[in-house]
């Protein structure tokens, strides 16, 4: 595990190394351990590394035997022992014991194929010494982050955007549409980022560049839904339970103790479960709790903890303390990013990174099982499709009534516009995003500068957003709920939460790693029956029923709870004081996108408790955070080495 960074300037034009050094400074979080660097003309890159396999001999840049070929690589391989029998049995000798070596050998003996046979997290920078051509690629479903910008003739990569931003003469400007996917969904939707000049490299995919022409990229996996064998409930079951007990244990390979975050929930419990299973010792797992009775989970978790024989260490976050560290939490995503489990998140690895330097968690589950209430609230449309558009002159007449005093009444006359709104949808990937967004387009209008909106407005529509990240092709599922998880594993999950996990993890040197996530089992969750994840109201149908030997009896029966934050009690108080005096010294409030009389309104109004505008207000908050520091994310010499 590591963070990479380079720089392939190109025409013949040098590389400083102290451009690729300040890169992997910026970086130094990702891999406190040791250091790597490789500068030859026109080309350098380098890495920061966080030692977990082959603590003596997997240092990077990894050369090849005879000389011509140069690697380095965020993440893991959990198949690189298999792969280098494999490779042995062929004839490649190999010098360490590291997964860095034998993917480079692997491609040497496979070419581009190799990429595909890799079950793990990763990027790569692969060097070619003769041919001077660049070779980048991002893991199956995007857990290690990779990001990209194309300026002045050349090509220049890392593991975060501030590790792009000292290079010289390179510009970043804010891109005015990514803040509109921003203040719709919370964070901004991959491959863009908030700038202009930055995208990352899409999952499953590989970028080739050599010292002439443009840059070529193409996928080398993608995740396709094909009907699997005709087998019985209880046949899918005990293959699931076999997978993933293969599964989980080829992750806990490592050379360092490993422990888990365990909330109680179902995912990081069967995590857990599985650990214990595949291990003699003592899983030592780690939980977040609240002081309020409505945010914790710490209770699930001990029961968890105690049937499986953990280690078990609970942190309680002083919400004051998590609210006053904000600022900090905020910069180590580099741009805005409103997820509020971001901190909770950040405190979890906090905890477990004074013990470890590997945990394995259980994110991705709900994505590939069908786990969240959007899924069952999907289904529930398809179901309903025929007699929903029947409710809609009901839903105008409502909608034409004043605001009523009671919440309740309000909340169900929303939620029917809602659902009618959803049936007049098209399609899954449409729908995806209806429920993904975290503040609705009528919201925007009344808080966008009129400009600003005129500009966005055309551009947001849901079946304007399918078209852009998912144009029609040959491969296209034709079923509804295919189309919605589809778009949430590639697009909610590298762009939400495998980002949020990844850098609250990487900001205190800790690998997580996440079992749910490997490809190969992805790829045979994608031939199971929909019936075998979600039953009725309830996802992840398999899982449940493969770990509930496993863990104590009715635990997962309770409903899902997830990290929450108390948002609205937070912006009624001091913090919403202080999150609006940030709005106006930031500067943000003055940037053009949002009108400022309109987010006063907001704060006003959430204060008397007229209305809950917390998932907005931490947006706008959030994004003042981000807008008050990008001016001092660069360093000072950046632009400024003599060439």
Request: proline share 6%; net charge neutral; glycine share 8%.
């Amino acid at each position: 595990m590591c963070g990479i960074a380079g720089w392939y300037r190109r025409s013949g034009r040098p590389v400083d190394r102290r451009a690729i050094t300040a890169q992997c400074e910026a970086i130094l979080h990702r891999g406190p351990d040791q250091d790597g660097l490789l500068v030859e003309g026109d080309f350098g890159f380098g890495m920061r590394r966080l030692s977990i396999v082959d603590l003596a001999g997997g240092q990077q840049p990894v050369i090849s035997e005879d000389g011509c070929h140069a690697l380095t690589f965020n993440g893991e391989i959990y198949n690189h022992l298999e792969l280098r029998r494999e490779l042995e049995a062929a004839g490649h000798r190999f010098r360490s014991v590291s997964d860095t070596e034998t993917i480079l050998v692997a491609w040497q003996q496979w070419g581009d194929a190799a990429w595909a046979r890799l079950e793990g997290m990763f990027a790569i920078a692969l060097w070619d010494r003769p041919q001077r051509r660049l070779t980048l690629v991002r893991d199956p479903l995007g857990i290690k982050p990779l990001y990209i910008t194309e300026q002045m003739g050349g090509l220049a990569y890392a593991s975060e955007i501030k590790a792009l931003l000292p290079l010289p003469d390179h510009a970043f400007s804010v891109d005015p549409h990514a803040v509109h996917s921003y203040f719709s969904f919370g964070h901004v939707r991959p491959p863009q980022s908030i700038y202009s000049q930055v995208r990352s490299l899409a999952p499953g995919h590989l970028l080739t560049i050599g010292p002439e022409g443009e840059s070529r990229s193409r996928a080398y996996w993608s995740l396709r839904f094909q009907e699997g064998p005709r087998q019985s409930e209880a046949d899918w079951i005990a293959q699931f339970r076999e997978i993933w007990l293969a599964t989980v244990r080829r992750h806990m390979q490592a050379d360092v103790p490993v422990g888990t975050f365990l909330s109680g929930g179902v995912d990081s419990s069967a995590v857990t479960a599985a650990m214990a299973r595949v291990t003699g010792q003592p899983v030592r797992a780690y939980t977040i709790g609240f002081q309020e009775a409505r945010f914790d989970e710490t209770a699930h978790a001990r029961d968890v903890a105690r049937h499986l024989g953990c280690e078990h260490i609970v942190r309680v976050v002083d919400l004051q303390d998590a609210r006053d560290l904000l600022p900090r939490i905020q910069h180590c995503y580099d741009e805005p990013f409103a997820d509020p489990a971001a901190v909770p998140s950040w405190y979890l690895a906090e905890a477990a990174s004074q013990d470890l330097k590997v945990v394995l968690a259980g994110d991705g589950g709900d994505e590939i099982f069908a786990g969240y209430r959007r899924h069952a609230n999907e289904a529930r449309s398809l179901r309903n499709a025929s007699w929903l558009p029947a409710l809609r002159p009901l839903s105008r007449a409502l909608q034409a009534l004043p605001d009523l005093p009671s919440r309740q009444v309000t909340r169900l006359r929303r939620s029917l516009d809602r659902q009618c709104d959803m049936a007049r949808l098209p399609d899954g990937y449409s729908r995806f995003f209806a429920r993904t967004e975290i503040v609705s387009a009528a919201l925007r209008e009344a808080i966008y500068q009129p400009s600003y909106h005129a500009e966005q407005a055309s551009r947001g529509t849901f079946t304007n957003l399918r078209d852009e990240f998912f144009p029609e092709t040959g491969d296209v599922p034709a079923d509804g709920m295919e189309q919605f998880l589809l778009a949430d594993t590639l697009l909610q999950l590298p762009g939400q939460m495998l980002t949020k996990v990844d850098r609250a993890s990487m900001a205190h040197s800790l690998e997580v790693r996440v079992p749910f996530l490997s490809h190969k089992l992805v790829d045979w969750a994608a031939t199971m029956p929909m019936s075998m994840k979600l039953r009725g109201n309830l996802g992840k149908y398999v899982v449940r029923k493969a770990v509930e030997p496993w863990l104590p009896p009715g635990l997962l029966d309770r409903p899902k709870q997830g990290f929450k934050m108390p948002l609205a009690q937070w912006f009624r108080g001091e913090f919403g004081r202080y999150a609006r005096s940030v709005w106006h010294d930031s500067g943000a409030s003055r940037a053009g996108y949002l009108d400022s009389a309109a987010v006063d309104q907001l704060f006003r109004q959430h204060a008397t408790g007229a209305h809950d505008h917390s998932r907005i207000l931490y947006a706008i908050a959030i994004f003042a955070l981000w807008w008050q520091g990008r001016s001092t994310a660069r360093p000072e010499w950046a632009g400024r080495v003599p060439f």
